[in-house]
């Protein structure tokens, strides 16, 4: 019979733990499982990796297995005598059955194998989803549903995929980048195993006004030359409604007006705060009468916003 390493096929060190083993053997399935993997060559290494299992997770299998030493992966080999007394329990041929067969009909392996599929028990898996909600709704909070279509295990312990749908209630005050929670709601336990949870990662949809950092919110306010100079008042936007707010005279590009508590909510209570950055806008086009009053003020002004300039001498371009 040609041998396989089983440990080779999981990916473990010979001195692997029985959680290890387990461990590799469930990440392995998930990936190669003929329902979910694309692999194209998933039903072979799903048969493997499976064989593997049901050798090492059994520790007179494992025993057994590692009696046999270490020929190389597809080499003819056949069990020593005294590994024939030790553990088989009647006279074989190696040139009719195959390794997994050899290791199946072991005399207490598959007794002990039967009980330990009874009585193991693995948690679900966990679960991560992208779920995408407009500011509107972080600031209110909102219901989603869900439909995924989640690996579990079934009674056999056979990876299946199975449609799932959820109804999902995003708290106020959800921010960009944040990652809900929800216990339970992830893949089934197997033999009584908890379930796994889901995580949910929150991304907000661009908004025409707003900005999203964390709680706080940034928006641009558009002021006239003359409303920066002379000082006004301005309705500014917020979730909850338009504030009226003051602008003093003078009033430079850049400048951010904050608006406390106008943000988002915090989860705990309290609220984040809102900036209005002040950008300068200048019209499209201008009548002769403004630029007229234009040409007065650049008459009668001053003003030089270049003064920091060091320049000796000029060349017009």
Same mark, same amino acid.
């Given at each position: 019979?040609?041998?396989?390493?089983?440990?080779?096929?999981?990916?473990?060190?010979?001195d692997?733990?029985?959680?290890?083993? $387990?461990?590799?053997?469930?990440?392995?399935?998930? %990936?190669?499982?003929?329902?979910v993997?694309?692999e194209?060559?998933?039903?072979?290494?799903?048969?493997?990796i499976?064989?593997?299992?049901?050798?090492?997770?059994?520790?007179e299998?494992?025993?057994?297995?590692?009696?046999?030493?270490?020929?190389?992966?597809?080499?003819e080999?056949?069990?020593?005598?005294? #590994?024939?007394?030790?553990?088989?329990?009647a006279?074989?041929?190696?040139d009719?059955?195959?390794?997994?067969?050899?290791?199946?009909?072991? /005399?207490?392996?598959? /007794?002990?194998?039967?009980?330990?599929?009874?009585?193991?028990? #693995?948690?679900?898996?966990?679960?991560?989803? +992208?779920?995408?909600?407009?500011?509107?709704?972080?600031?209110?909070?909102?219901?989603?549903?869900?439909?995924?279509?989640?690996?579990?295990?079934?009674?056999?312990?056979?990876?299946?995929?199975?449609? /799932?749908?959820?109804?999902?209630?995003?708290?106020?005050?959800? $921010?960009?980048?944040?990652r809900?929670?929800?216990?339970?709601?992830?893949?089934?336990?197997?033999?009584?195993?908890?379930?796994?949870?889901?995580?949910?990662?929150?991304?907000?949809?661009?908004?025409?006004?707003?900005?999203?950092?964390?709680?706080?919110?940034?928006?641009?306010?558009?002021?006239?030359?003359?409303?920066?100079?002379?000082? $006004?008042?301005?309705?500014?936007?917020?979730?909850?409604?338009?504030?009226?707010?003051?602008?003093?005279?003078?009033?430079?590009?850049?400048?951010?007006?904050?608006?406390?508590?106008?943000?988002?909510? %915090? +989860?705990?209570?309290?609220?984040?705060?809102?900036?209005?950055?002040?950008?300068?806008?200048i019209?499209?086009?201008?009548?002769?009468?403004?630029?007229?009053?234009?040409q007065?003020?650049?008459?009668?002004?001053?003003?030089? +916003? /270049? $003064?920091?300039?060091?320049?000796?001498?000029?060349?017009?371009?």
């Amino acid at each position: 019979m040609k041998f396989t390493d089983y440990y080779q096929s999981l990916g473990i060190a010979r001195d692997a733990s029985t959680d290890d083993i $387990t461990k590799a053997y469930r990440r392995l399935a998930h %990936k190669y499982h003929p329902d979910v993997s694309k692999e194209p060559d998933a039903e072979e290494k799903f048969k493997e990796i499976s064989e593997a299992y049901k050798t090492l997770k059994d520790p007179e299998k494992r025993a057994a297995y590692d009696q046999l030493g270490q020929p190389k992966p597809g080499e003819e080999f056949q069990p020593p005598p005294e #590994w024939q007394q030790r553990y088989g329990q009647a006279p074989f041929s190696s040139d009719d059955i195959d390794l997994s067969e050899l290791f199946a009909g072991l /005399r207490a392996g598959g /007794r002990r194998a039967e009980g330990a599929e009874r009585t193991m028990q #693995w948690p679900g898996q966990d679960f991560e989803v +992208p779920v995408q909600i407009s500011l509107e709704d972080a600031y209110r909070g909102t219901e989603v549903e869900l439909s995924l279509r989640m690996p579990e295990h079934d009674a056999q312990g056979v990876v299946r995929v199975v449609p /799932r749908t959820f109804k999902v209630r995003i708290p106020r005050g959800a $921010t960009d980048g944040q990652r809900l929670r929800l216990p339970g709601k992830g893949g089934k336990g197997f033999g009584g195993g908890r379930a796994g949870d889901l995580y949910l990662n929150i991304s907000l949809r661009p908004h025409a006004l707003f900005r999203a950092s964390g709680h706080d919110l940034y928006v641009d306010l558009p002021l006239a030359p003359w409303e920066a100079v002379l000082g $006004t008042a301005v309705d500014v936007p917020t979730p909850g409604g338009a504030v009226r707010l003051k602008i003093a005279p003078g009033t430079v590009a850049g400048r951010q007006l904050r608006l406390a508590k106008r943000g988002l909510p %915090k +989860p705990h209570g309290g609220e984040g705060d809102l900036y209005a950055i002040v950008q300068i806008v200048i019209p499209d086009s201008s009548s002769d009468a403004e630029r007229a009053l234009y040409q007065q003020l650049a008459a009668v002004s001053p003003f030089n +916003p /270049r $003064t920091h300039f060091a320049v000796e001498s000029s060349h017009e371009v």
